[in-house]
Nanobody, 125 residues
Framework: QVQLVESGGGLVQAGGSLRLSCAAS????????MGWFRQAPGKECEFVVA????????YYADSVKGRFTISRDNAKNTVYLQMNSLKPEDTAVYYC??????????????????WGQGTQVTVSS
């Protein structure tokens, strides 16, 4: 069992930056593919980015490519999401997720096994 706790959300102006963290419990964290999803008000949950167990492979949604960077520190059981050049349309609750499979190209929410409680990101114009 893995428990995930996100932090780092907040209010930022357009063009600004935030770094989200996701702390995981459990000794098998380093074997999991980790991902970030987000859900804006009135919209479906959407895939943002995923990273494989070693950090060598990543996959970004087109909407965040070039602006967001995912990384992980397996020694600290933590995955990070650095968000730069934020836009009002990035406003959403951001969720950290984990799955036992190895592929980073899995973008469906149902294919992820573990979820955090979410952290709110609000970008003002």
């Amino acid at each position: 069992q893995v428990q995930l706790v996100e932090s780092g959300g907040g209010l930022v102006q357009a063009g600004g930056s935030l770094r989200l963290s996701c702390a995981a419990s459990g000794r098998t964290f380093s074997s999991y593919t980790m991902g970030w999803f987000r859900q804006a008000p009135g919209k479906e949950c959407e895939f943002v980015v995923a990273i494989n167990w070693s950090g060598a492979n990543t996959y970004y949604a087109d909407s965040v490519k070039g602006r967001f960077t995912i990384s992980r520190d397996n020694a600290k059981n933590t995955v990070y999401l650095q968000m730069n050049s934020l836009k009002p349309e990035d406003t959403a609750v951001y969720y950290c997720s984990g799955r036992r499979g190895g592929s980073v190209y899995v973008t469906e929410r149902a294919d992820y096994d573990y979820w955090g409680q979410g952290t709110q990101v609000t970008v003002s114009s």
